[in-house]
């Protein structure tokens, strides 16, 4: 076992302002060489079986894309699909009929609303499951703009139904259309 001396601080010479130099212990070499260090080299990728990156053997292979579990598109796809079909039940219906009305109000936001929480919780459960998972923010952006969006086409929906539950407590009520 060896013992580490320090020498003290030799003071400086002609500037007092300067603080003292101390002289670098014997025996400490850098940490970038990794040399008479108690701690091994990090590996570059992990030698765990069933992982990515891990071959029979313990030997390492590179990373691909293809080795990641990427974000389901799945929700952009139902939250996309809801908007085109309220916007064309909304053309096609002109408030005709309650049951359309009543479709296009609940896949406007409501559908939309559901595939952005979908999205949150598939990307929150798998990101906490494992480190092999790329989340993709973008498509919780996507789904919000397109919840705003929903909102907006959902008042023609709204309106329909209005129209449709007024006429109808017209008929059932006839002393409140007076």
């Not at 400086?12 to 603080?19: D, F, K, R």
């Not at 909102?151 to 006839?174: E, N, T």
Request: glycine share 8%.
């Amino acid at each position: 076992m060896s013992t580490v001396t320090t020498l003290p601080p030799t003071p400086p010479s002609g500037n007092s302002n300067l603080p003292p130099v101390v002289p670098k212990p014997q025996g400490v070499t850098p940490l970038s060489n990794n040399a008479g260090s108690q701690f091994p080299k990090f590996p570059s990728a992990p030698t765990r079986p069933g992982v990515p990156g891990s071959l029979p053997g313990g030997q390492v292979k590179k990373f691909n894309e293809d080795d990641f579990e990427k974000a389901s598109w799945f929700p952009l796809l139902i939250g996309v699909l809801a908007l085109i079909a309220a916007v064309i039940i909304w053309i096609v219906n002109r408030h005709s009929s309650v049951a359309l009305s009543l479709a296009g109000y609940i896949l406007c936001p409501l559908v939309i609303i559901f595939s952005l929480g979908l999205d949150s919780y598939l990307q929150r459960r798998k990101t906490s499951q494992g480190q092999w998972f790329i989340p993709n923010q973008n498509y919780g952006q996507i789904l919000r703009v397109l919840s705003g969006v929903g909102i907006i086409f959902a008042y023609p929906h709204i309106s329909g139904l209005a129209d449709h539950i007024s006429a109808w407590l017209a008929q059932v009520f006839p002393w409140m259309a007076s």
